[in-house]
């Protein structure tokens, strides 16, 4: 599939801004999401319980399914 790299460029960038903090070093994120993001989707069903010590999370079959619409949705290149 083709997609919009520099559309997925901006939201991981944003996704970024996310975990990020500021201090007298700069500013830092995390490199991985949000913990509190993770509680939601997991609330909602779309992924598996998220705090486990695996650096992987598992999508729920309708998370699996949305995650791809979304990702099309959003960065799809239309010809």
Known sequence: MEYDKDKVDEMVLALLYL???????????WKGLDLETLKRLYEKGYINYPQV???TL???????????????????VTQ
């Open 53 to 55: 010590k695996t650096p």
């Open 19 to 29: 975990t990020s903090t500021h201090d007298q070093h700069g500013t830092r994120a």
């Open 58 to 76: 598992d999508l729920t079959e309708t998370g699996e399914a949305l995650s791809r619409e979304l990702f099309v949705k959003t960065f799809g």
